[in-house]
C-alpha cells in the first residue's frame, strides 16, 4: 500500500530523484569512514593528529624591516 503511494508521489516530479541518490552518497561515504576509522592502527591516527602541532616545535622565525621572513 506505502509503495503505491510512493511510487505515485515519485512519479510526478523527478526532481524527487536528487534527495535520495543524496542520502545514498552519504550513506556509503559514512560507511567507508567509519569502516576506515575501526579498522585503522591507533599509530597512524596519532600522527594524523600531530600534524596541526608539528610547526610549534619550530623557533619562530625573524622578520626583516622589509617583511620577508629569514
Not at 503505491?4 to 523527478?14: D, K, L, P, R, V
Not at 585503522?40 to 625573524?62: C, M, R
Amino acid at each position: 500500500m506505502l509503495s503505491a503511494i510512493a511510487q505515485g508521489y515519485f512519479n510526478s516530479s523527478s526532481v524527487l530523484f536528487y534527495p535520495i541518490v543524496a542520502l545514498l552518497l552519504f550513506l556509503v561515504s559514512f560507511t567507508f569512514i567509519t569502516i576506515r576509522v575501526l579498522t585503522s592502527d591507533k599509530e597512524s591516527i596519532d600522527a594524523t593528529a600531530a600534524l596541526p602541532l608539528v610547526d610549534d616545535l619550530a623557533p619562530l622565525s625573524t622578520k626583516t624591516k622589509s617583511g620577508i621572513s629569514s
